[in-house]
């Protein structure tokens, strides 16, 4: 019986979403012009656009069906929230910078003046991990293939830097002048290093590409002894070798000019010297568009001169000491020579429907570039935009890749923030923690998780506070993983306590709404987010104890399992396990491997393989959870509990840890990506989305 309803309920459910994704054709009508993305590559898949509905026809689709109604209200929302038309139907308000390690949020106003963004720098620290959001909202009509475009350009130099470098100590001592210029394909190298006329000079001209490496070393020990010049220049095709050496007690003269061919490297050296003077002069260029090099060398015994000119294609960004790109805000990005594009992301948004609420969106975790070249400004223009070419909003803005984050008050009050960020100072709370909880209400529309550090013992305590029963949404790992990395920081936490907020449910583990439905994209932030979520609890450093108030099934039991202590509300009507497969799905290894590490192999065979669910005393029994306890102590027992463990020597207890978790951990992440690509190919398979379909039904059911 169960089997037929959900049956018939998914039928009308898939042809619900189909009538969603014609709807594409309706928006491109009614909305503004496309977008011109001359650098986005166009595929045009033959695509016939099905027969539109209007979204007030698709709700009138079998309005009788109760459920269904309530599905097409999450999916569709409850109708047009804004009439008006001259108001767009979809409204791009915010775009945040998620990253746990920035001192501020970093948030962008969409609704205000774009111009000013593009002057404005935002800045990220290199090498740190950060997500995108997007908040947006959809006032009148369904909207499909909702897309976030990314284009990242750099001024100038592509993918390069350059730097040039002049040092004259003084004439007897040392001289030193470098010049480095390298791009992602590419490195130049000139080096002349001069100590003093009696005793060293080199010079050193290296030039590689990825077919190629160019060698120019001059050597100079004094005029009496030594002089030797040595060019190398060799590519797949060809090798070009001259070597001049020429001494005598007088002179030293030495010319060379190498040319491979007119696309590849053209070098001319020349030098001449004698006991009174040097004279050196160089000059390379391996392409028009990629180095030009001139040195001009020349001392005796009074004076050392020295000019150096190096062109890649900004000139002017080079006369002395040390350069790097230079500010596309203060110099005036508009008037330099065109940026060139480096990077493209496309984001698959999804569709959405109209709601009062705004929507959001996250993009994969990113790492920012990291290292000297690639510091410095990039310019982005963000277009949100959808598979019909429909321009939301498009706006360009800069970022900033610094070695280091701004100083934490620059930061906030560019975002104007700065009043909040005092105001919870004043109350006397620590850096560390009005940090976290200042971030908890930027970085995410609405908090999901409550943070309270006591400083008194260091013991924090994160609340799930995800109504009606703390599922586990890609929002909620994403502000769950930021808390714990922020307490991991924060010097003055020394151990966390996971509990919930809501009533008989500690958590009903991943959100089933994540992975039904979806798309592939989305499927594949989810888990990750999921990945990201385990390895930072399974790995965490400091103490985690699992105050377990309610049910906890699957994700909700893997959260508790991942820390070191468990104590569970000792209540007949809780239960906790690993149920995947009572879902029709299949745990993956890193969920078995750390029941297999808690309960052993037999107990973890059964539990898997039946998806049992332990009422609380059965879980105490196999060793699922360490402690039952009244339902009013779980919390308080919890806190006295860490404090047994903070008690014990803190740098032997983690070793010990890591011992026990790291072969677990790195297993995980020798194989993140592939497990990905495993979790959405399996997800998104037909049958497991039935199965999902009829488990949301059958809970629905229940309920009814
Ligand atoms: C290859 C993949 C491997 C990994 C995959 C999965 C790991 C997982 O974590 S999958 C999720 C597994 N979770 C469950 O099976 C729990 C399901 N829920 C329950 O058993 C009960 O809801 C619970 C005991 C937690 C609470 O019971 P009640 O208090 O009676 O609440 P309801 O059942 O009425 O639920 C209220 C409301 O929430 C919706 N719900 C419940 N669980 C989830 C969930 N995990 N994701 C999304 N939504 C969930 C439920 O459908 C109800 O919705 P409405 O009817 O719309 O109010």
């Known amino acids: 019986m169960l089997g037929l309803d959900v049956c018939e309920f998914g039928g009308q459910f898939l042809e619900l979403l189909w009538l969603t994704v014609c709807y594409r054709g309706i928006m491109a009508d009614k909305e503004g012009t496309a977008p011109v993305h001359e650098e986005e590559d166009e595929t045009d898949l033959n695509y016939q656009a099905p027969a539109q509905k209007t979204l007030q026809e698709i709700q009138e689709l079998d309005k009788d069906d109760e459920s269904l109604n309530k599905y097409k209200q999450t999916l569709l929302g409850t109708g047009p929230v804004v009439l008006d038309p001259s108001i767009p139907n979809v409204q791009v308000t915010r775009l945040t910078l998620m990253c746990v390690q920035a001192p501020g949020p970093i948030t962008m106003d969409l609704t205000g003046d774009l111009e000013a963004l593009k002057k404005q720098n935002f800045t990220m620290k290199e090498g740190v991990d950060y997500r995108v959001k997007i908040h947006f909202k959809v006032n009148r009509e369904i909207v499909s293939g909702l897309k976030y475009v990314h284009l990242t350009y750099r001024k100038g130099l592509r993918d390069q830097l350059s730097l040039a470098l002049v040092l004259d100590m003084n004439l007897d001592q040392l001289s030193l002048a470098l010049v480095l210029d390298t791009n992602l394909d590419q490195l130049s190298l000139a080096l002349v290093l001069d100590t003093n006329l009696d005793q060293l000079s080199l010079a050193l001209v290296l030039d590689t590409n990825l077919d190629q490496l160019s060698l120019a070393l001059v050597l100079d020990t004094n005029l ?3 002089s030797l010049a040595l060019v190398l220049d060799t590519n797949l095709d060809q090798l070009s070798l001259a070597l001049v050496l020429d001494t005598n007690l007088d002179q030293l003269s030495l010319a060379l000019v190498l040319d491979t061919n007119l696309d590849q490297l053209s070098l001319a050296l020349v030098l001449d010297t004698n006991l009174d003077q040097l004279s050196l002069a160089l000059v390379l260029d391996t392409n028009l568009d990629q180095l030009s090099l001139a040195l001009v060398l020349d001392m005796n015994l009074d004076q050392l001169s020295l000019a150096l000119v190096l062109d890649t294609n900004l000139l002017a960004e080079f006369s002395s000491s040390l350069y790097l790109t230079p500010d596309p805000v203060s110099q005036g990005f508009e008037q330099a020579v065109n940026p060139s594009l480096l990077d493209k992301a496309v984001y698959m948004v999804g569709s959405y429907g109209p709601r009062v609420e705004e929507h959001e969106f996250i993009t994969p975790v990113e790492e920012a570039p990291k290292g000297l070249i690639v510091r410095g400004i990039y310019h982005i223009k963000s277009y949100f935009t959808d598979d019909d070419k429909t321009d939301h909003l498009s706006w360009e803005w800069n970022l900033q890749i610094k070695k280091d984050w701004d100083s934490t008050e620059s930061c906030i009050s560019r975002l104007g923030v700065l009043s909040l960020f005092s105001a919870s100072c004043r109350h006397g709370r620590p850096y560390a923690l009005s940090h976290v909880a200042f971030n908890d209400r930027h970085l995410s529309t609405s908090s999901k998780i409550k943070v309270d550090l006591d400083n008194s013992n260091g013991i924090a305590v994160m609340k799930f506070d995800n109504p009606p029963v703390n599922s586990m949404s890609l929002d909620f790992l994403t502000e769950f993983s930021i808390n714990l990395e922020k ?124 998806g049992i669910m332990y009422h609380a005393h059965e879980a105490l029994k196999i060793g699922l959870v360490d402690q039952l306890v009244p339902e009013g102590k779980v919390l308080s027992t919890a806190v006295e509990t860490l404090g047994t463990w903070l008690a014990v020597p803190g740098h032997a207890r983690e070793i010990s840890k890591s011992m026990m978790r790291k072969p677990t951990v790195d297993k995980l992440l020798a194989n993140k990506e592939a497990d990905i690509k495993n979790f959405v190919s399996f997800i998104t398979k037909d049958s497991i989305q039935k199965s999902l379909g009829m488990y949301l039904a059958a809970l629905k059911k229940k309920k009814a």
């Open 487 to 610: 307490l991991e920081l924060d010097k003055s936490c020394r151990g966390v306590i996971l509990t919930s907020a809501q009533p008989r449910i500690f958590s009903a583990g991943l959100d089933i709404m994540d992975m039904y439905g979806t798309s592939p994209e989305h499927c594949g932030a989810f888990w990750k987010a999921v990945q990201d979520m385990w390895l930072k609890l399974y790995g965490y450093s400091k103490i985690t104890i699992a105050a377990i108030n309610g049910a906890s099934p699957a994700g909700g039991c893997l959260m508790a399992l991942c820390c070191d202590y468990r104590i569970m509300a000792d209540d007949p009507r809780y239960s906790i396990g690993l149920n995947e497969t009572q879902l029709g799905i299949v745990a993956p290894f890193w969920f078995k491997d750390t029941l297999l590490n808690t309960v052993g192999h037999r107990t973890t065979e059964l539990s898997l393989q039946m």
């Open 224 to 226: 009496d002894q030594l």
